[in-house]
């Protein structure tokens, strides 16, 4: 009679008992493994090589015969387990590598290709506006032709960069002189000097050799400059009258060393260190615009309400 622990017990004498595979589909080791696998020759206990595919649902016996299947090819290839597991994560590493570094390449051309697509792109685009500026210049030239100077000047300034939203093109520029006959001397200006004021400039004026120059700014402040050195030589800070309200600066002049402020209730002639020479306030008065004649030294305001006002040699006065 066939006795299977017989073969198994003849195999193991031949060939030993790392040679035997099993596979446990169902129940549990001590039931379905005969003694032969379970015991060695002494009688101890041993664990047998084999692969445990206890697994009722599809899914998780597809990913366990993937594991145990290393598990039973590891002594045909002549290694342990765990080295065949290694293996196969590397190889597994390295085809995810190769992957990774195709994708990459792949990528890396597509950018390659887009890039020059958009600069030819890019190109053409260029070339159109460039070709719609001399269109435009070509109209411009032949609206100034026919006589019609304003609409030429509108056509060329169309086919001209604004913010650098389009290529110069130099008939557009050519053409835009032409329409608006306005031309470039070849003169370029530097900067001499700079006048710093604490506030924005409001009022500016020369003395009759641009030598000196008297300022106010937004702050009621009044300035006067050497033009030749640029440097500060006067200054009035802002005044206040009687009844604490502070005075507006309607001009100021220069009248020899000395500044004279036109403010909107009051005359003053300063000093350059600011201190009051003369002044001239009236409840009615109330400047509403001034010019000086250095020569005849006159001052005239014009008052928004009763008239002129004016001054001669700074101290008298005459209204009408």
């Known amino acids: ?46 664990e047998p090589l084999a692969a445990d595919l206890r697994a009722r649902e599809d899914v998780k016996f597809n990913k366990l015969f993937k594991t145990e299947l290393m598990r039973l090819c590891a002594p045909l290839i002549g290694c342990t387990y765990d080295e065949l597991r290694q293996r196969h994560r590397e190889r597994r590493i390295r085809r995810i590598a190769y992957i990774s570094i195709a994708v990459a390449a792949v990528a890396v ?35 100034l032709e026919q006589g019609d100077r304003r609409a030429a000047s509108f056509v060329a300034a169309e086919g001209l960069s604004v913010n650098g939203d389009k290529p110069f093109v130099a008939s557009g520029a050519y053409q835009l002189a032409e329409a608006l006959h306005v031309y470039d001397n070849g003169r370029n200006y530097s900067l001499d ?14 003395n009759s050799d641009c030598s000196r120059v008297v300022s106010t700014d937004a702050s009621y402040n009044a300035y006067m400059w050497d033009t030749v050195s640029g440097t500060k030589i ?3 800070p802002a005044q206040v009258s009687e009844e604490g309200v502070l005075q ?5 002049f220069c009248c020899g060393d000395n500044i004279l402020v036109v403010y909107e209730k009051m005359v003053t002639l300063f000093d350059c260190q600011g201190n009051a020479i003369w002044m001239y306030t009236d409840k009615k008065f109330n400047a509403y615009s001034a010019s000086y004649n250095e ?14 006002y004016l001054f001669q040699e700074a101290s008298a006065f005459l209204m009408f």
């Open 1 to 46: 009679m066939y006795n299977p622990q017989e073969e198994i017990d003849t195999f193991i004498g031949l060939r030993g008992r790392n040679h035997i595979l099993a596979a446990l589909i169902e129940g549990e080791p001590e039931d379905a493994f005969p003694p032969q696998l379970r015991f060695d020759e002494k009688g101890n206990q041993v």
């Open 109 to 143: 051309a597509f950018g390659g290709y887009a890039t020059v697509q958009n600069a030819r792109i890019n190109e053409n685009y260029q070339a159109k506006l460039i070709n719609q500026s001399k269109f435009l210049a070509n109209t411009s030239s032949e609206l």
């Open 193 to 206: 000097s700079s006048l710093e004021h604490e506030a924005n400039v409001e009022t500016m004026n020369a």
């Open 234 to 236: 006067g200054f009035v």
């Open 248 to 252: 507006k600066t309607k001009a100021a």
């Open 295 to 308: 020569d005849s030294d006159v001052l005239a305001v014009t008052d928004s309400i009763n008239g002129v």
